[in-house]
């Protein structure tokens, strides 16, 4: 499920993924469709991306903490340069 949450912000649902490789592999296909130039109104457009990527926790059930740490995720993504993904761990680093 793709869906836009605000802005230039989107949030995609990947249910029954429980492997970092499988998403990581997922979010370099995304990067790598969006990298390719875009013409419109015979402008050449290039896009980049930051993906933050969290995983549901068994533990906390809230959709509010997957968002937050998807957000955490992302922010890292941002600092670290364009068309950056990064996934949430429980401690993410600076």
């Known amino acids: ?11 995609i649902l990947l249910p029954n993924l429980t492997e970092e490789k499988n998403v990581s592999e997922i979010a370099e296909r995304i990067q790598q469709c969006l990298r390719e130039e875009w013409l419109i109104a015979n402008e050449k457009i290039q896009i980049t991306t ?9 533990y906390d059930l809230e959709e509010k ?16 340069g364009r068309n950056n993904y990064q996934i949430y761990h429980d401690q993410v680093t600076g």
């Open 50 to 58: 930051s993906i933050g990527i969290s995983f549901y926790n068994e």
């Open 1 to 11: 499920m793709l869906a836009r949450i605000g802005g230039d912000e989107f949030v």
């Open 65 to 80: 903490t997957l968002f937050k740490n998807a957000d955490l995720a992302l922010y890292q993504a941002k600092k670290k």
